[in-house]
């Protein structure tokens, strides 16, 4: 993608956000300006991924919607900083995905509470 573009697509989205500082939450030319971002954004990843891997990407956003949101966030970020050579291919995808697995993987523990209240294990219980 060109640096042009990119620069011509963040002074648009600019804009969109200082003219919508002002408008009351639900206005039409918000939701104007949020369906102007997805289509953005589905241009950028359509220029980004080949095939294979936007449909990894779409099955993705069907179970997990927010690590969906945040791999597109990553690529799109990679693509505005010129980070890609070329199109993402599937193999590429899974690796982008592992990252930001690890990046949000939570630890998980287990602490088990015992309470003391009646012990059977003493012989004085009747």
Same mark, same amino acid.
């Given at each position: ?6 620069? +011509? ?9 200082? =003219?919508?500082? %002002?408008?009351?939450? !639900?206005?039409? /030319?918000? *939701? ?35 690590? +969906? ?9 990679? =693509?505005?900083? %010129?980070?890609?050579? !070329?199109?993402? /291919?599937? *193999? ?35």
């Amino acid at each position: 993608m060109a640096d042009e573009e990119l620069e +011509a697509l963040r002074e648009r989205r600019l804009g969109e956000l200082r =003219a919508g500082q %002002g408008e009351p939450p !639900g206005d039409p /030319s918000q *939701q104007e300006a949020k369906q102007r971002e997805a289509e953005i954004r589905n241009t950028i990843l359509a220029q980004v991924l080949d095939q294979a891997a936007r449909a990894r990407l779409s099955n993705l956003a069907l179970v997990k919607p927010d690590k +969906a949101k945040a791999v597109e966030n990553y690529l799109i970020q990679m =693509a505005r900083f %010129g980070q890609l050579a !070329g199109k993402v /291919s599937e *193999q590429g995808l899974i690796e982008i995905l592992e990252k930001v697995s690890q990046q949000t993987e939570k630890k998980t523990t287990v602490k088990f509470n015992r309470r003391k209240v009646l012990d059977s294990d003493e012989e004085d219980d009747y």
